[in-house]
């Protein structure tokens, strides 16, 4: 069974981690499922948990900047960027440190480590409780939509984990921004809750990732969150619609478009921020709802690539992407 904890728990959860159990979590960004990175039993039971492959890396999340740079090489530019944003939803990836004590797993091998200090105070103090890096995906099964709530974390992974620990919803409802920082250039492998303007306001023009596609093929991601059918609901996802069959469910985005089957507006007045933090449960409400009426598939309408549009787009491709 998995206990259902509250914020009075903190100490019970920690206990769990220690103990080797996965803990589902909330962040600002969304719920993580959480390990102790240095155990690499706990580590591979994330993966089982999640059915996630192998080949793509976990971030690992601390309660401060110099607990990461304890298990990472840590530049210039990594500090000016940990210093503005963090906690915060950004995930920096560096050179993993000669003495790190994350499990190689949870890096999937690589010589880098995807590391965060989040913003949500639930997850620093049960952070500073467990006193160890934990490594925590986002909660849910692998390729399905991201949780936001602790009744998400239950609905894909209620008997496969020790316990979820409940804050509430989280508020910016898409995953971290991950950049790049082992090369001369900061690149952008995945966006997120930090818009990539900001970056460039302090680094200078940011280099981008391999298209999704091609990163795939690779099958040696250095980012988590880079697999090309990923976030998808179980009905098939139409993107950049126009106009919406009756027979299809609608993710709106401003004005919503006449004759769906039934629909769910992300914002309706056209507010990026809203929109985001209302994704992943729009796509299970619509797959949920769509589904009981025999709808055939999701509409979505168009939504801007500025800001945490390129985010929300970005996870939306994924969720589009061809299933294999």
Known sequence: ?????????VARAAALLRQGGLVGFPTETVYGLGGDATDGKAVAGIFAAKGRPHFNPLICHYPSAEAAFADVRADDRARAVAAAFWPGPLTLVLPRRTACRVDLLAGAGLDTLAVRVPANPLALELLHQVGRPVAAPSANR??????????????????????????????????????????????????????????EALLGRLGRALPITAAAATQSLRSPGMMLSHYAPGLPVRLAATQVAPEEALLAFGPALPGAAVAWNLSPSGDLAEAASRLFAGLRWLDAQGAARGCTGIAVMPVPETGLGAAINDRLERAAAPRG
Do not use: F
Request: charged share 15%; net charge negative; with cysteine.
């Open 1 to 9: 069974m998995t206990e259902q904890l509250g914020p009075g728990d």
């Open 142 to 199: 692998s390729g399905a939509v991201s949780p936001t709530t602790a009744a998400h974390v239950l609905e894909g992974l209620s008997g496969r984990i020790a316990a979820v620990l409940d804050g509430g919803p989280c508020p910016v409802g898409v995953e971290s921004t991950v950049l790049d920082l082992t090369g001369k250039g900061a690149v952008l492998l995945r966006p997120g809750g930090v818009p990539a303007e900001a970056l």
